[in-house]
Nanobody, 126 residues
Framework: QVQLVESGGGLVQPGGSLRLSCETA????????????MKWYRQAPGKERELVAT?????????YMAESVKGRFTVSRDDFKRAAYLQMSSLKPEDTAVYYC??????????????WGQGTQVTVSS
């Protein structure tokens, strides 16, 4: 059973920093963590879930950052530890949301595998 567990959220003042972690376990069907593209999403109250960051898998290490977080957030991964990270700096009140980790893979036959974490709350407030 695949598990994604986020941690590192909390209350921080504007301008502060947090580092979110997404620890994973249980990948199967012949796939490993390094095969999955890892994404971070967030969902603020009353808003739709939005993509914040993407980091590619071992074969295609291409990153994406949403415009709203470029220059402030950094996404990374450690394939040995089977974990992904979101370093958030210069946090703003509008960054307040529940942050979710997502793992996604499409195999050679087009089958998609997608897993979500339970989310971690980030609150930016003075």
């Amino acid at each position: 059973q695949v598990q994604l567990v986020e941690s590192g959220g909390g209350l921080v003042q504007p301008g502060g920093s947090l580092r979110l972690s997404c620890e994973t376990a249980g990948f199967a069907f012949g796939f490993a963590f390094h095969d999955f593209v890892m994404k971070w999403y967030r969902q603020a109250p009353g808003k739709e879930r939005e993509l914040v960051a993407t980091i590619g898998n071992r074969a295609f290490r291409i990153n994406y950052m949403a415009e709203s977080v470029k220059g402030r957030f950094t996404v990374s991964r450690d394939d040995f530890k089977r974990a992904a990270y979101l370093q958030m700096s210069s946090l703003k009140p509008e960054d307040t949301a529940v942050y979710y980790c997502n793992a996604r893979l499409q195999d050679v036959d087009g089958r998609e595998y997608e897993y979500w974490g339970q989310g971690t709350q980030v609150t930016v407030s003075s």
